[in-house]
């Protein structure tokens, strides 16, 4: 099964799919593809909330913050994952060391090895950040970002049997069944 959260930052996406992954697992192998990499204290703090969050349920932590696929290698593929998150990995694969220029290619890699990673597995849970409900307008390198997460998003809606987003403590169903 192939879940798709998404919804506004800091509005309890991340405890919501653990709870769900942790279902989703009945009893096998659970997995947290953990794709932030850190570049400030702000990162590192709620690395460690999520950390905290996760501590008992079981995860086994696996750090990937590029090339997706390439952590399929570590895990075994008929347990229960929770990708935490496509937004993250998108910063990572966008802005590429050592000089950290745009990659223009980043939102397509990003969106083909996420839906090859979801569709590998038995179980996932994908979560990503709601960003396009403003009328602001962005610079270039922002909206090529914003540009590109939607289109993420997309193409795991797309291949997802359930689609939920969270939005001030609701639970709004986009598609599948599923009762919260």
């Known amino acids: 099964m192939i879940v798709f959260i998404t919804g506004g930052a800091k509005n309890g996406k991340s405890s919501f799919a653990q709870r769900l992954a942790v279902e989703l697992s009945r009893g096998g192998n659970r997995y947290y593809i953990a794709t932030m990499i850190p570049v400030d204290e702000e990162d ?13 349920l079981g995860f086994q932590t696996v750090e990937c913050g590029r090339d997706i696929l390439t952590c399929l290698s570590q895990v075994d593929k008929s347990g229960s994952f929770l990708l935490d998150s496509a937004t993250a990995l998108l910063m990572n694969e966008l802005f590429l060391p050592p000089d950290y220029s745009l990659n223009p290619e980043a939102g397509e890699k990003c969106a083909r090895e996420l839906v090859e990673f979801a569709q590998s597995v038995e179980n996932i849970v994908v979560v990503s950040d709601y960003i396009y409900s403003d009328a602001a307008i962005y610079d270039e390198v922002t909206e090529t970002y914003r540009r590109a997460l939607a289109f993420i998003d997309q193409q795991l809606a797309a291949v997802s049997d359930v689609v939920l987003e969270l939005s001030a403590g609701n639970i709004i169903v986009h598609k599948g069944d599923f009762q919260p």
Do not use: C, L, P, V
């Not at 590192?44 to 905290?52: K, V």
């Open 44 to 56: 590192r703090e709620r690395i460690r909330r999520h950390i905290a969050d996760r501590a008992g």
